[in-house]
């Protein structure tokens, strides 16, 4: 079946520097992207989301790409803090698909002071 | 308060026994939904709901069962439970205007 994956496993950056984390898609239907951050203990928390039509969205810190030719996407955060250590997911959904979301296995950030 | 709560946050149970985890949402949103993560594998979707009495399998429901008889509720049984059961679970709910929540999920240990 299809899936959402990432290219690296851990990411270790210093404190300040912005960090890249990576994520490939396989289903060429899906429309809607989300981050989402996973601290120790506790659930998937909202980072930031992209639909299809956009390729670049930014937040508070956060900026999220899309390439939809190469089925890419992936997350910056500036100025990294050690409070952004975390596993970091991405998701993907289709349009039909009744809101399931599909997950890539995690990227684990973390950040040397 | 207002949210997703999971309860219980811990939970140790035998090998055969059945155990059920709870969901409460106080939106009354649509779409519940139950995952749960291992490593190596991320979240999978065990099952999901678009509205009471509407349920549905995901990727893993193979010894699962779930029920949803009020909207806010959304219950996840383990009718003879096995090692490999042994997870972190996590229910969800979105509005399906893509605003998805989790909970702060249950650890599970089958012994």
């Known amino acids: 079946g299809e899936s959402v994956g990432l290219h690296l496993p851990t990411l270790s950056v210093q404190e300040g520097d912005n960090s890249i984390i990576n994520c490939a898609y396989s289903?060429?239907?899906?429309?809607?992207f989300i981050w989402y951050k996973q601290e120790s203990g506790k659930g998937p928390q909202f980072i930031i989301d992209?639909?299809?039509?956009?390729d670049k969205r930014q937040g508070q810190r956060v900026t999220v790409l899309l390439n939809k030719t190469v089925k890419h996407l992936s997350l910056q955060i500036a100025a990294t803090q050690p409070g952004d250590s975390a596993v970091y997911f991405c998701?993907?959904?289709?349009?039909?698909?009744?809101?399931?979301?599909?997950f890539g296995k995690g990227t684990l950030l973390t950040v040397n002071p | 308060d207002a949210g997703i709560t999971q309860s219980p946050r811990y939970k140790i149970t035998e090998t055969g026994r059945q155990v059920t985890l709870m969901c409460h949402q106080t939106?009354?949103?649509?779409?519940m939904f139950w995952y749960r993560q291992d490593l190596g594998h991320g979240l999978r979707l065990i099952y999901y709901?678009?509205?009471?009495?509407?349920?549905d399998k995901g990727e893993v429901p193979d010894g699962y069962v779930v029920s949803r008889s009020k909207t806010e509720n959304f219950p996840l049984t383990l009718e003879s439970a096995t090692r490999s059961q042994t997870s972190v679970y996590f229910c969800?709910?979105?509005?399906?205007?893509?605003?998805?929540?989790f909970g702060s999920g249950t650890r599970l240990t089958v012994v």
């Open positions: 998701s993907d959904l289709s349009g039909g698909s009744n809101y399931k979301l599909t």
């Open positions: 289903n060429s239907a899906s429309d809607y």
């Open positions: 992209i639909r299809s039509n956009m």
């Open positions: 939106w009354s949103h649509s779409y």
């Open positions: 709901s678009a509205a009471a009495d509407i349920t």
């Open positions: 969800a709910t979105t509005t399906g205007n893509y605003g998805y929540t």
